[in-house]
C-alpha cells in the first residue's frame, strides 16, 4: 500500500484521508542539506505555528481527541520539538505528559493503566514525551523488565492502541533519529553546558554505551508496534530545525482541519476610574531595578 503524500506545498492546506501502510516507508536518499538560514527557520516556524492555533480551535471545536507520542534516541531533539509545538498554544487544551519512575504502586497496576488516565477528552491534544514505549525501549535494554512482561506488551501494545483508534481518537507516534556521531556531539555539549547539564542524566550516560542494544530493539519495536491504525513515522533529526519544521508539517497533514472564525472580544473604552487615586509607592515592596 502507498503511504499518502504529505503536503508539500508551503502551506499545509486541507489534508486529505489517507492510507497507512504497516512497512516502514523510506524517504528517498539525498545529499545532505545545507543548514537552515535562522530567520528562513524562524519564518516558517512562526507560520506553521498559526496553523497548529487553527488545528486546536478546530480540535476544540469539533470535540476530537488528540495523542501524540515522541519517542526516539536520547538527545533527539524530541523535547525542544515539543516546546515549539506548544508554544503557540492554549495550555488548557494542549498537555504535555512526561511521566516519571513508576511508584510502587503503579508497579503493580495493568502496565498501561498510568497513561490511559492521561488521555485526552473531548476537544484536548495531549503530546506524550515518551510514553508506553519505555518498555520496549529503556526497560528492555537496561533489563526494568522481565523477560515475559517485554513480550506480553509487544503483543498487547498493538491490541491497545487499535482500540484506542476505534473509539475515535487520533493517534501519531513519531520516533526521532539522530546518528551515533550527532548524538555524541550533542551529549559533549550538554556536559559542558551548565545550563543543559541537567538534560544529562545517568541513564542517557548509560545509554551511550548500548547504542547497539538500544538499535535493536527499536527495530524490534516497530516490528511489532508499526500498525496500519497507528504507524510510526521516523524524523531525521540530526538537523533539529528542520526537524522540528518537518515534524509540525507532518502533523497538520494528518489531522484534517480547517480555520474557523473565532468571536475576538470587542474592547470597550475603559472608564475614567477617576475617583481612584493611587497610594504611595514606598508601601508596596519593589523588585530592585538592577537592569
Known sequence: ?????????????????????????QSPARPPLA?????????ELARLQVELVKLQYWVKHKGLRVVI?????????KGSAIKRITDPLNPRGCRVVALGTPSDREKT?????????????????????RSWYNRAGVERVMGFCTHAEYWEFVHSCPEFERMLVRSGLILLKYWFSVS??????????????????????????????????????KDEMMAH????????????????????????HHILSKIPYEAIKTPTPKLRPRK???????????DQLYVPEIY
Open 109 to 129: 497496576e495493568w502496565y498501561f493503566q498510568r497513561y490511559v488516565a492521561h488521555l485526552p477528552a473531548a476537544g484536548e491534544i495531549v503530546i506524550f514525551d
Open 69 to 77: 507520542i515522541f519517542e526516539g534516541r536520547d538527545a533527539a531533539g
Open 225 to 248: 508496534t508499526n500498525i496500519p491504525e497507528a504507524p510510526w513515522y521516523s524524523v531525521a533529526a540530526d538537523d533539529k530545525s528542520r526537524a522540528r519544521l518537518n515534524c509540525i
Open 35 to 43: 543548514r537552515m538560514e535562522k530567520k528562513d527557520y524562524e519564518r
Open 180 to 217: 551515533d556521531e550527532e548524538q555524541e556531539r550533542r551529549f559533549q555539549e550538554r556536559a559542558k553546558n551548565p545550563i543543559k547539564g541537567w538534560k544529562l542524566s545517568p541513564m542517557d550516560v548509560e545509554s551511550r554505551d548500548r547504542w547497539v542494544e538500544y538499535s535493536k530493539a
Open 272 to 282: 475614567s476610574g477617576s475617583d481612584y487615586v493611587r497610594g504611595p509607592k514606598s
Open 1 to 25: 500500500m502507498k503511504d499518502r503524500k504529505a503536503t508539500t506545498s508551503s502551506s499545509p492546506g486541507k489534508p486529505s484521508a489517507e492510507k497507512h501502510s504497516n512497512k516502514s516507508v
